[in-house]
């Protein structure tokens, strides 16, 4: 009757095998609230505001000519 050697089989114990090194490595996470976002999107709108303010008193002859 043959044995088996304790590193084999089901419950065998023996080195894991690793993961590669980019498995491995743990990359930093970045969370976006959603007051950041509701911030950047008044912002966004300021900005679209003031170019359409200026554009309008460009037509009507108000601003710097070109």
Do not use: D, W, Y
């Not at 043959?2 to 419950?11: F, H, Y």
């Not at 509701?38 to 303010?53: A, G, P, T």
């Amino acid at each position: 009757m043959a044995t088996r050697s304790p590193r084999s089989g089901i419950g065998a114990r023996g080195r894991r095998p690793e993961l590669p090194a980019f498995c491995r490595t743990r990359r930093s996470t970045t969370l976006v609230s959603i007051t950041s976002l509701r911030e950047l999107q008044r912002l966004l709108l300021l900005v679209l505001l003031f170019q359409l303010s200026t554009l309008l008193l460009v037509i009507t002859g108000l601003g710097p000519g070109v």
